[in-house]
């Protein structure tokens, strides 16, 4: 059995980089527009609907595009730390541009602390989930490193490890909606249809968002990091 050699950072660590920070940009752009769409009755309904779903997508691609970079960079057994230093740098940066361009733009007048407490809550909730991601890479990694016969060895390939850390932010999002549906049933009694849509609809969002397209976007990152550094990901059977 052949082990994973260790190997540089490389491309995969400054492409991730300029991903998420391509990310950060293009989600807080988005974001802004969506603000001026919501305010603005010139544009129809469905268009700060769409822009919000767009700036979630962004966010979400950039948490995993950090996940997948984490991983990829702990199966290669190089680099893991910078990769989640760069996550954390990137991550905050994002939650401090939303405070500033909040804070500018004055819709958070007056509420300048709950507003900072709320995204940096946010920031730590995603790190928590990014921080896991090594976690459960390390863990699999070793498996995989055991494993006595392919099928094993298929079982905690790189692909995996990323996937299910992506799943796990999906089922922390999932668990949160449940929350707040728990909580609103509590608090009213007479729910409409309307509100029936909206709790349907919180819920698919998160299936498609955090779930379907996530674990996707998850697949498609993770074999780019594996071509541009054309680096062994997995152990190698006789």
């Not at 969002?205 to 780019?224: D, R, S």
Request: aromatic fraction near 12%; glycine fraction near 6%.
């Amino acid at each position: 059995m052949e082990k994973t050699q260790p190997q540089k950072t490389g491309t995969g660590f400054r492409i991730t980089v300029l991903v998420m920070l391509a990310l950060v940009v293009l989600g807080r752009g988005v974001s802004s527009f969506h603000t001026v769409a919501a305010t603005d009755i010139a544009f129809a309904a469905w268009v700060s609907s769409a822009l919000s779903y767009l700036a979630e997508l962004l966010v979400c691609a950039r948490t995993v595009s950090a996940i997948a970079g984490i991983t990829w960079a702990v199966y290669r057994n190089q680099g893991s730390r910078k990769f989640l230093a760069a996550a954390a740098i990137l991550a905050l940066i994002d939650y401090a541009a939303r405070f500033v361009i909040d804070f500018a733009t004055s819709a958070i007048v007056g509420a300048e602390v709950l507003a900072a407490s709320w995204l940096l809550l946010q920031f730590l909730f995603e790190m928590l989930f990014v921080f896991l991601s090594y976690l459960i890479a390390g863990t699999m990694r070793k498996k995989l490193q055991t494993a006595e016969t392919r099928r094993q060895a298929e079982m905690y390939t790189v692909n995996r490890s990323c996937a299910a850390s992506v799943l796990l932010v999906m089922l922390s999002r999932l668990a949160l909606e449940i929350w707040y549906l728990i909580d609103f049933m509590l608090a009213y009694t007479d729910i409409t249809a309307a509100e029936t849509a909206a709790i349907v609809g919180s819920f698919l969002k998160v299936l498609v968002i955090y779930g379907g397209a996530a674990v996707l976007f998850g697949e498609w990152y993770t074999e780019l990091l594996k071509k541009l550094d054309k680096a062994p990901q997995n152990v190698k059977r006789d």
